[in-house]
């Protein structure tokens, strides 16, 4: 019972995530989680197009979509706005909605394909051998335990356990102390927009959960308190007011707390048998809300190359998970943290360039384009090789078919091959516009694009079959 193929250790939504992909694949996965039952708190409240892309993929949007409601665009500071409408995507928006609809949906998900999750269980340590890895902890009732696995996934957020295990720093820096966050009924309530404004000393956050209900976060340079004490409701109030000019006819407080924000990352995201996904290999600044987000993509290119190799692929696909997913999470710690920087400009000079600057690129429809696709996760593309085709590392999903989405194509199968326009064969998808054909990775990224007629397309097959021989689905061979 207490050997799996993997050990995910924190049943966030990195760790659901991973084990969902695993247990779907047929792997044995199981989760160790600290905590007796889910969080029932909204930590993140925005999920991001290429998010729910992923999730659509494995027919898990619709579950949240039902659940949250669609911010169109941000309204940012001096009056601008950056419309998400222009997204190449079926999900143009944010998606607002608690972190607590998607961790549930994201564990429902892992336990339907049989991921164990066994929760009150505090992972203590590690070792790594030849073959396998120990992990140690206690279990539910206190008693010491051991579980093996071939690999284990460090999911344990922030303070990563996993990460100490294996010797890896978190080199960064301390960000903010003290952020304000409260979930706040508004009788005056602004625009459908996730609002973003600040003042000299503060700065302040509105986001719509769609039922009266906003999510308002916050900072004054001035407040001192630790992140240990309650949030002091007429202070927040009075600091959105600085920021945004308005408190939005402020009714009712339902929850709120405090939280600290630092910029760090890991330097690998694989140390041997064990990787690092989400909060425990990255944070960064709130502003953006990327966190949850780049953690269910770190997730989904972990799981199925993990899956491949369980299955007999060649070990060296493993470490594309760190040369793919490390450069997504330092762009994050760069966008991130320049917003917030940004926005908390002091000098009237700086602000007065910044406004202007923001309101020329703005104008630019390109660059809208551009800085939309970074903050929704769509221009996400990963680094091909000398020789490859140009599309190889883009995302597939924008790809038309004649019959479906490649999206919902990814839902019965792990690979799969797609035919050009006018290709012969009548047991792969073909696609409606004159692109050409693609084999695409479970994770919705292209592998391989060129002619179906030529002996590549064997050769191609060949190729991935040997190297991700069990993920390759009936529909690919
Ligand atoms: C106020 C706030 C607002 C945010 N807003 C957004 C947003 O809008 N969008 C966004 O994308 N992100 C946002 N984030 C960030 C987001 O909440 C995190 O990035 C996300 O939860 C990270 O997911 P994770 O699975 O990596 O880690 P976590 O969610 O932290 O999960 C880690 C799990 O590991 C468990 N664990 C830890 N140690 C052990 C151990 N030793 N043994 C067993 N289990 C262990 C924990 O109990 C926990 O369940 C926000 C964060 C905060 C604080």
Redesign the pocket.
Known sequence: MNQSDVLV?????????VAGELARAGRSVTV????AAP?PLS??????AR?LEILDSRGMADALLANGTRARGLKLWNGLELDLGVLPSSFPFLLVTP?SNV?RVLESNAREHGARILRG????GLVQRGDGVTVH?RDAEGREQQWTARYVVG????????RTAIGLDFPGKELLRS?M?ADVRLTDPPNGLINVDAGTDCFAFV?PFGDGWF?V?AWDRTDGAAESEPVDESRLRAVLRRAVGTDYGWSEVRWS?R?A?DERQVSRYREGRVFL?????H?HS?A?????????QD?MNLGWKLAAVLGGADQKILDTYHDERHPVGKLVLRSSGATIRMLLLRSVVARTLRNIVSARVLRRQRAVGRIAGMFSGVSISYARRRGEHPLVGRRAVQIPLIDGTVTTALRDTAFLMIGENDCSRTDIPRRADHGPAVLVRPDGYIAWAGRSDSNRWQAVRDRWTAECSASISPAAT
């Not at 930590?43 to 991001?48: D, E, L, T």
């Not at 999911?155 to 996993?162: K, L, P």
């Open positions: 250790v924190g049943a966030g939504p990195a760790g659901c995530m160790l989680e600290k905590h969080s930590r993140a409240f925005g999920v991001h998010t972190q961790d269980v505090t992972v203590r902890g999911a344990d957020g922030v303070h990563s356990t996993v952020i966050l986001a999510r976060i707390s939280f924000c996904v989400g909060d425990a290999a944070v709130p953006g809300g990327q966190g949850m987000n780049t953690g269910i997730a």
